[in-house]
T-cell receptor, first 111, second 117 residues
Framework: GQQLNQSPQSMFIQEGEDVSMNCTSSSIFNTWLWYKQDPGEGPVLLIALYKAGELTSNGRLTAQFGITRKDSFLNISASIPSDVGIYFCAGLRGSQGNLIFGKGTKLSVKP | GAVVSQHPSRVICKSGTSVKIECRSLDFQATTMFWYRQFPKKSLMLMATSNEGSKATYEQGVEKDKFLINHASLTLSTLTVTSAHPEDSSFYIC?????????????FGSGTRLTVV
């Protein structure tokens, strides 16, 4: 099925560093969502973005909905070991319907 | 916040048997539930969309007779893997959403690890 272009595929960083990942699409989305998945668990919603240009924070996480509505980024500041996991972006075209997922960014944090 | 409970978290079954996985929205009414399959180190692959009281819509390539979905109430959807084979072994995840605006983002269950032996 259709997927978003998410990059990078994986990241290995030192504790305390900032992290940035992004998703792009050739199509417009009305909603962008960022999820984190721990091994053996379902994805957990981190941030939801509803308007083009919107910048939203959740603790050390900040995400933005691109002006063109075709991209979004997620930043994590001052990473800690529990940030380890796989981060997925997801887009939604209408107010309903299924999510289109990125392929995920695997984050590893060295203490 | 919205909570989705998925059960069982793990199941091992013999080839040829059927397995039922339940997905419940605990504190909201889910007009739509989605069933995903996830292979190791891969993203979530949508299998089907389930609307309460109507037949599920399956994605291309997903056998509806093999993966039976029932969404009988606004808080429960079930996925039954019929005549399971080892290649059906996977991580199955449900998510639930509601048409009540604004959309808060779909909430996912914790997943079910199915192993067919």
């Amino acid at each position: 099925g259709q997927q978003l272009n998410q990059s990078p595929q994986s990241m290995f960083i030192q504790e305390g560093e900032d992290v940035s990942m992004n998703c792009t699409s050739s199509s417009i989305f009305n909603t962008w969502l960022w999820y984190k998945q721990d091994p053996g668990e379902g994805p957990v919603l981190l941030i939801a973005l509803y308007k083009a240009g919107e910048l939203t924070s959740n603790g050390r996480l900040t995400a933005q909905f691109g002006i063109t509505r075709k991209d979004s980024f997620l930043n994590i500041s001052a990473s800690i070991p529990s940030d380890v996991g796989i981060y997925f972006c997801a887009g939604l075209r209408g107010s309903q319907g299924n999510l289109i997922f990125g392929k995920g960014t695997k984050l590893s944090v060295k203490p | 916040g919205a909570v989705v409970s998925q059960h069982p978290s793990r199941v091992i079954c013999k080839s040829g048997t059927s397995v039922k996985i339940e997905c419940r929205s605990l504190d909201f009414q889910a007009t739509t539930m989605f069933w995903y399959r996830q292979f190791p180190k891969k993203s979530l692959m949508l299998m089907a969309t389930s609307n309460e009281g109507s037949k599920a819509t399956y994605e291309q390539g997903v056998e509806k007779d093999k993966f039976l979905i029932n969404h009988a109430s606004l808080t429960l959807s079930t996925l039954t893997v019929t005549s399971a084979h080892p290649e059906d072994s996977s991580f199955y995840i449900c998510s639930a959403g509601t048409y009540q605006a604004p959309l808060q983002g779909y909430t996912f269950g914790s997943g079910t690890r199915l192993t067919v032996v």
